[in-house]
């Protein structure tokens, strides 16, 4: 790691970092991406923070004529796996299937994922893939900051000149870690449940949720394979309507 202590002047010792050896040297590309990352991480977490998660604002056209179920299929659905939508206690309009109201917000939200305290939003329908990606960016600024803050580690004599020497770089490093920790099991917890196509609030209240609590304890009606559960949550755009989905997936008349 780095210098010895004693030979680098006081007002540079917090510079030693590999992004400045690179920047003095004249190499900037290395610099200028970090920057460039570090301002799309900010404007991803303004996005997210400002964007419609997917609030459901009026009642949906009759659902009979969104799916083009006729009267005899449901008839054969199982009285178990009903398509009837609910209407909200809280606003007064029809449920989509997977949406939830959130206290906070006060909407029911679309795909409902969960109410983000730190964006202070719900992550739904909408922009549940930029939150995504948003973790994404951030953990790679932050493990990326981790590597600067431990590259630029001085040596020294003592543990209290080292301290004395590095203790900034020290605290940085440790924020950076934890951090780096904590975003990187958000990410990986999103990314598992996106492949299974099940959300946070699905996941965590499966047995009180009224069209999964009567499935099996391994059975989810909207699983549709890791590859394409994937593809559909980061590439496809429109509005899905989960009561078909489900209609196909888990409700099939035989």
């Known amino acids: 790691m780095g210098y010895n202590v004693d030979s680098v002047p006081a007002r540079h010792r917090l510079f030693n970092a590999d992004l400045r050896k690179q920047e003095e040297t004249g190499e900037l590309l290395v610099p200028v991406v970090f920057v460039l990352l570090v301002l799309v991480s900010v404007l991803l977490y303004f996005a997210v923070s400002l964007m ?21 299929q449901q008839d054969m659905i199982p ?12 606003c007064l309009l029809q449920q989509p299937m997977r ?3 959130c206290q906070t917000c006060q909407h029911c939200v ?8 730190w964006i202070e939003n719900c992550v739904g329908e909408r922009n549940h893939r930029w939150f995504v990606l948003y973790l994404a960016v951030q953990l790679i600024v932050l493990l990326w900051g981790l590597h600067m803050a431990w ?3 001085s040596h020294a004599a003592t543990w209290q000149l080292w301290l004395k020497a590095n203790g900034v770089l020290l605290a940085t490093a440790v924020v950076a870690a934890v951090l780096s920790l904590t975003v990187l099991l958000l990410l990986g917890s999103h990314l598992y449940l ?5 959300t946070t609030w699905e996941f965590m209240s499966r047995h009180r949720i009224s069209y999964l609590k009567h499935c099996g304890a391994d059975e989810n009606p909207f699983d549709r394979g890791t590859l394409r559960n994937l593809w559909g949550f980061f590439c496809m755009w429109e509005t899905v309507v989960w009561e078909h989905v489900y209609f196909r997936q888990g409700s099939e008349p035989t």
Do not use: A, M, W
């Open 99 to 101: 949406s939830k109201h």
């Open 79 to 90: 009285q178990t796996k009903s398509l009837r939508q609910r209407r909200c206690g809280h």
């Open 151 to 153: 590259s630029g580690f």
């Open 52 to 72: 419609d998660p997917g609030f459901v604002l009026s009642d949906d056209c009759d659902l009979q004529l969104i799916l083009g179920i006729s009267e005899e």
């Open 194 to 198: 996106v492949s299974l196509n099940t």
């Open 110 to 117: 679309r795909r409902y994922d969960h109410h983000c305290p």
